[in-house]
């Protein structure tokens, strides 16, 4: 039987990428296919989850990013997203005044509670941001437990490769920042890492407005060791995707759209970097351009109903199947 590989992210808002993956799995096996899933998160929402699908969830009473209550997550032995407590999904009203003051404190908050149920590890999942305040929040609320944060290893997954510079021109916007507030953002952001120690044209760093750039200033300061990574590889190695691929006859993988940023830093542009058999893409949305400089053999679009997305992808994902049985069993046919 023709051996598919299954590597989505989550398809934001309609389906996580464990029901993404599975769907899919669903369309080929209907065909005569065998499948291997492997859903992936690139550091932004809902990579925790991806993660540790089936950790023991710990909630933490606390404020989002424009200190209002909210409930934040941590799971397994450290493990959380910062938009669980700091994220865009957890605001309201967006004005500029709200976007400058936003802080990631809640997410220190959420951090503290993990630590002091002794874990020494914080993977810290940075997408989604609501906040551009370089961290602050998040060590103010951290530094309520020094004792313990020479020993405290911080890694870092991040879904863009933003320096601290850029991260207010380049996200603040969508964070409800007007060109005022960009300019003071940037400006904060810049003194912020002159305390740090860190350089404002460092990649990644700028990630969940520059919060690399605290953490970094709290490892110099009380210790500790620091690893600031790309999300879709870290993701990707921890669930063990290229010793999967070795028997894939094509690899599929997906997420709500598939566009020019799909190409730097994203689950599918890392896929498609790595694929070792044919790639065929799913999407939400599919850019022809974009699908072409991954490399894909083929892809397919879904009808823009969210309620029907998961019935959507196998039934997509049933005509990928249909379409590339007979180009398994004979490719030089082709």
Do not use: N
């Not at 996580?16 to 096996?29: E, H, L, N, P, S």
């Not at 089936?54 to 606390?62: K, Q, W």
């Not at 490769?161 to 021109?169: E, G, L, N, Q």
């Not at 690899?251 to 759209?257: I, L, N, P």
């Amino acid at each position: 039987m023709p051996h598919a590989v299954i590597c989505p992210d989550s398809f934001k808002g309609s389906a996580t990428a464990v029901q993404a993956a599975a769907a899919i799995a669903r369309g080929f096996q209907e065909e005569g296919w065998t499948t291997a899933q492997f859903p992936l998160a690139d550091g932004g929402e809902g990579t925790a989850e991806t993660l540790l699908p089936d950790a023991l969830i710990h909630t933490v009473p606390t404020t989002d990013a424009h200190g209002d209550p909210v409930t934040g997550i941590w799971r397994g032995s450290g493990v959380l997203d910062l938009a669980s407590a700091s994220g865009l999904p957890q605001v309201g009203r967006l004005s500029p005044e709200l976007a400058l003051a936003a802080s990631t404190r809640g997410t220190g908050e959420v951090i503290v509670d993990a630590l002091r149920a002794g874990h020494r590890t914080i993977v810290l999942c940075l997408g989604g941001s609501a906040t551009t305040d370089a961290g602050a929040g998040l060590v103010d609320a951290v530094s309520a437990v020094s004792d313990l944060l020479p020993d405290v290893t911080w890694r870092l997954l991040t879904d863009v490769t933003t320096t601290p510079r850029d991260c207010a021109s380049v996200f603040g916007p969508q964070k409800g920042m007007d060109a005022a507030a960009v300019t003071t953002a940037t400006e904060r952001v810049l003194r912020e890492c002159e305390v740090a120690g860190v350089s404002p044209d460092e990649p990644r760093y700028g990630a969940a407005g520059a919060t690399p750039v605290g953490i970094a200033g709290l490892v110099r300061d009380y210790g500790g060791s620091l690893s600031v990574e790309a999300g879709a590889p870290a993701v990707a190695h921890e669930v063990g995707l290229s010793e999967g691929m070795l028997m894939a006859d094509v690899v599929v993988t997906g997420e709500g759209s598939v566009d020019k940023q799909s190409l730097s830093g994203k689950v599918v542009g890392y896929v498609a970097s790595v694929a070792p058999a044919p790639l065929l893409l799913i999407g939400g949305r599919v850019d022809a351009q974009a699908a072409r400089a991954l490399g894909a053999t083929d892809f397919r679009k879904l009808s823009g109903d969210l309620a029907a997305t998961e019935q959507d992808l196998t039934a997509a994902a049933r005509d990928l199947a249909a379409t590339y049985t007979r180009w398994v069993a004979a490719p030089d046919e082709e």
